[in-house]
């Protein structure tokens, strides 16, 4: 995977699958349509802000709530990098695996990044912030793949020699 470097967006405990996509949106027809109502309940302003690349980090039991599909989508959807928490809800994670978005568990680092400043993450590696190095477990290959894919539909198809869906 890669190194990169990010502006920082801090959210709390518990962020639910409510809070970053509200049931009331999700009869809307298309995930771009959604997205700009991500986090609404907590940030109305934050789906309009996030930009290409940046990272979201939270605190613990990130997508927590029902076990939408749509949470991870719309994430990935405002081109977060990752998103980097104390802990995910078991399935929130399966969900954004499946869907490309790489999730980083790291308990300290929450702690300590304040939001709008810019962090360094190698992924397998570390997480550098403010001078401080973060430790962060690498993630199984097979994972890997998945998230460099775009997804497991995008794997299965690169495995099995087949055109990348658009």
């Known amino acids: 995977m890669e190194t990169f470097k990010s502006k920082v967006w801090v959210l709390g405990d518990d962020i639910d699958t409510d809070i970053i996509i509200p049931t009331d949106y999700l009869a809307l027809k298309t995930i771009e349509d959604m997205k700009q109502y991500a986090f609404a309940p907590l940030r109305p ?9 940046d990272v979201i980090v939270a605190g613990k039991n990130f997508g927590c709530g029902s076990s939408r ?60 912030y403010k001078g ?14 998945i998230i460099n894919a775009g997804g497991l539909v995008q794997a299965m198809r690169r495995r099995n020699g087949l055109e990348p869906l658009r």
Do not use: H, M
Not at 94 to 101: E, K, Q, V
């Open 45 to 53: 302003e934050l789906a309009s802000q996030i930009k290409n690349g």
């Open 69 to 128: 599909e749509q949470a991870p989508e719309i994430i990935k959807s405002l081109n977060v990098k990752c998103v980097i928490a104390k802990s995910f809800a078991r399935i929130f994670f399966r969900n954004a695996i499946n869907n490309g978005l790489l999730l980083i568990e790291n308990p300290d680092i929450y702690e300590d990044v304040t939001e709008g400043d810019e962090i360094e993450v190698c992924v397998n590696r570390c997480i550098k």
């Open 132 to 145: 401080r190095e973060y430790a962060i477990a690498s993630l199984p290959q097979n994972l890997v793949d």
